[in-house]
């Protein structure tokens, strides 16, 4: 079992940068891939960022590319999501997910977090 606690999340204006972070527990946190995916009030769950157990691939959801950043620390147990230029779309609730296997799709993750609200105002 692998418990995720997102922080960070907030209220920040157009333009603006937040960053979150997300504390793993429970497993070999390098054993790990992780990601971030979001929900917008009335709309699916979307694929944000994901990276390896390494830290040396990342692939990104192409409405947040050359905008956000997705890394880890594996002696800390934590990944994190910089994001800069926000948009009012940005707007949703953003997701930690941990699992085995490699892709966007929800189904390649197996532990999810709690989540936590960034409303990005015009």
């Known amino acids: 079992q692998v418990t995720l606690v997102e922080s960070g999340g907030g209220l920040v204006q157009a333009g603006g940068s937040l960053r979150l972070s997300c504390a793993a527990s429970g497993r070999t946190f390098s054993t790990l891939r992780m990601g971030w995916f979001r929900r917008a009030p009335g709309k699916e769950r979307e694929f944000v960022a994901g990276?390896?157990?390494?830290?040396?691939?990342?692939m990104y959801a192409d409405s947040v590319k050359g905008r956000f950043t997705i890394s880890r620390n594996n002696a800390e147990n934590t990944v994190y999501l910089q994001m800069n230029s926000l948009k009012p779309e940005d707007t949703a609730v953003y997701y930690c997910?941990?699992?085995?296997?490699?892709?966007?799709?929800?189904?390649?993750?197996?532990?999810w977090g709690q989540g936590t609200q960034v409303t990005v105002s015009s």
């Open positions: 997910a941990a699992g085995t296997s490699w892709g966007a799709l929800s189904s390649a993750f197996d532990y």
């Open positions: 990276i390896s157990r390494g830290g040396g691939v990342t």
